[in-house]
């Protein structure tokens, strides 16, 4: 793709400006988001939700980027979508690509179970692991660990196409009216999920890794960054006011209901929309308010550097779980194959940050 700028010399209207510096709470949202998909993958899905960190993920992803893509319009009346392309992928692909060559080499040794074959490694590298798994092969063809792939598939599908949209809507509308057009949206891929899951011999797999059916938990983290921005303007370093604390316990709630209702048909439909809506008041008061005793924790250094390596460890944990559970039975004890998968997984994400993406990062800031 080239690196031509797509721009407008269309004066800005409503802008929202947001600072340059860095957002310090999401480093901490991506830590509790990875810790979550952790604990679940270890043996403790029936009482911790690891949907819900990727969902968490989703909603972080669209917020910041879309926030970074506001402040660019803001900034110079344009983006350069080549840029942000190869931003893109400096970061994604090289620990994906090393993430891969682990898999794939173990399954050969004999040492992982799972397969080995070009379709299934070439779905991976070009981010459609999510739709091969659903119609093409369930896993049978790609190393064990490696299914986790289906979530980032789904962002990628997101950034292909988000920044032309962003753009081409933002010509002519404000950013709030966009944030409209993309609730009107979620809301149509709401109305879809639905139809999906009252069909005779539906399977809940269709919705859950489907970009067509999960986008929307993107689409709810742009919207915030549109329409509310927490990281607009001054932030409040002082206690929260009325408002934010009744919005973030109603959101709070809104989860705790989305995890309760067990009813089938819920879960595949209205419970992605009902946790979207619920993150907005918990993303605002996580970025607005970070100094306040709930969110100080978000800020703590191990945190921060747990969230600075999660998309590392978000790759490999599960291959590593699913190695040590087929290597020694001492593995069926989920506290002691978190502890060994955890420290592999930042063992594995410290060396790729060192070696790998603290020389790219430099590449990735001269594109700026």
């Known amino acids: 793709m080239g690196m031509s700028t797509f721009s407008t010399s269309r004066t800005s209207r409503n802008v929202m400006h947001v600072p340059s510096k860095s957002i310090p709470s999401l480093d901490g949202i991506r830590a509790v988001s990875i810790l979550i998909v952790l604990f679940s993958h270890v043996g403790l899905g029936h009482i911790v939700p690891g949907g819900f960190g990727v969902t968490v993920f989703f909603f972080l992803s669209g917020y910041l980027i879309t926030t970074l893509l506001v402040q660019e319009f803001h900034s110079k009346q344009s983006i350069d979508i080549g840029r942000f392309y190869f931003r893109r992928f400096l970061r994604l692909a090289p620990p994906l690509l090393i993430a891969l060559t682990i898999a794939y080499l173990l399954v050969l040794a004999g040492q992982l179970g799972g397969g080995v074959s070009w379709q299934g490694f070439l779905a991976q590298i070009f981010y459609f692991a999510n739709y091969y798994q659903l119609f093409w092969d369930p896993g049978q063809s790609t190393p064990d660990g490696t299914n986790v792939l289906w979530s980032l598939a789904v962002e990628e599908h997101f950034y292909l196409g988000y920044p032309f949209v962003f753009l081409a809507l933002r010509r002519h509308l404000s950013s709030r009216q966009i944030g409209w057009v993309l609730m009107v949206l979620s809301l149509l891929i709401l109305a879809w999920r639905y139809h999906l899951a009252t069909q005779v011999g539906f399977e809940s797999t269709r919705t859950y890794y489907a970009t067509d059916t999960r986008i929307d938990s993107i689409l709810w983290g742009c919207i915030l960054a549109l329409m509310v921005n927490p990281w607009a303007g001054t932030l409040n370093r002082g206690k929260a006011g009325i408002l934010p604390w009744t919005a973030l316990i109603i959101g709070c709630l809104m989860l705790l209901v989305s995890f309760l209702i067990r009813d089938e048909v819920f879960r595949e439909t209205l419970r992605y929309t009902m946790q979207g809506v619920a993150l907005m008041p918990l993303f605002y008061f996580a970025v607005r308010y970070p100094d306040t005793l709930l969110m100080r924790p978000l800020k703590w250094s191990f945190i921060k ?64």
């Open 305 to 368: 550097e747990l969230g600075v390596y999660s998309y590392s460890i978000y790759l490999i944990h599960f291959v590593i779980v699913h190695f040590l559970q087929q290597r020694s039975a001492l593995f069926q004890n989920w506290l002691l194959l978190f502890v060994v998968t955890l420290a592999l997984s930042v063992m594995f994400a410290s060396a790729v940050e060192r070696y790998v993406d603290s020389r790219l990062r430099r590449v990735r800031a001269r594109y700026h």
